[in-house]
């Protein structure tokens, strides 16, 4: 798959909506083949919060612009946080956050007019959202399934993880090491 440029032109902007900038410094644009995207308006430190998700209201079934924030829990986070789009190699985790929805830290230094991403397999069971994706990374998986499949690849280093599937990924990864399959590596969350 072709290497897709994370840094997304301005000027393709239609409809004013890279016009305004939200809450520390990022904006949404309009991508021919994404749709909404969100773009870092300056820099952002590896470990800095790059966009607060709030919950917007609960919603009764899971849905493709849903957040998958508990086992029977799916939630509409207020934009701009529901405008972020996934990456296999994302520059954002989520971290649970004490309004109920997640917060989006960059996991490396992200600079101005960059995409901001994240993997939806981080908090999605199962996810609906993406039949095919889009991001053009070198390790592009081609079709995101969800948390449920992605736990069998031993070599999957998650450093942020929604808090009910972190129980399930400690579980799986304990369950391996005593049966002598090996542990999942676990890397250091930033």
């Known amino acids: 798959m072709q290497e897709r440029d994370s ?3 301005a000027g393709a902007v239609r409809g004013g909506l890279g016009d305004e900038v939200h809450a520390n410094g990022v904006r949404i644009v309009m991508d021919r083949d994404k ?16 966009v607060a998700g709030d919950v917007e209201r609960a919603v009764p079934i899971r849905t493709n612009h849903s ?3 508990g086992w029977d829990t799916h939630v509409d986070l207020t934009t ?33 007019s960059e995409e901001i991403t994240w993997d939806y397999e981080t908090s999605e069971y199962v996810s ?10 070198n390790r592009c998986r081609s079709a995101i399934r969800g948390f449920k ?14 808090g ?21 590596p676990v ?3 930033v």
């Open 35 to 50: 749709g909404r995207c969100v773009v870092s308006a300056r820099r952002f430190a590896p470990g800095e919060t790059v």
């Open 164 to 184: 009910y599937l972190r129980e399930e990924y400690d579980a799986v990864s304990t369950a391996r090491e005593a049966s002598g399959a090996g542990r999942h």
């Open 80 to 112: 701009p946080a529901r405008d972020i789009n996934h990456s296999c190699e994302p520059n954002t985790g989520i971290r649970d956050n004490d309004r109920g929805g997640f917060d989006f830290v960059a996991l490396r230094e992200i600079f101005p």
């Open 128 to 137: 609906i959202a993406v039949s095919r994706c889009l991001c053009g990374e």
């Open 187 to 189: 890397a250091r969350e």
């Open 149 to 162: 499949y992605r736990q069998e690849d031993v070599t999957w280093r998650p450093t942020h993880l929604a």
């Open 7 to 9: 840094y997304v032109d």
């Open 67 to 69: 957040f998958q924030v």
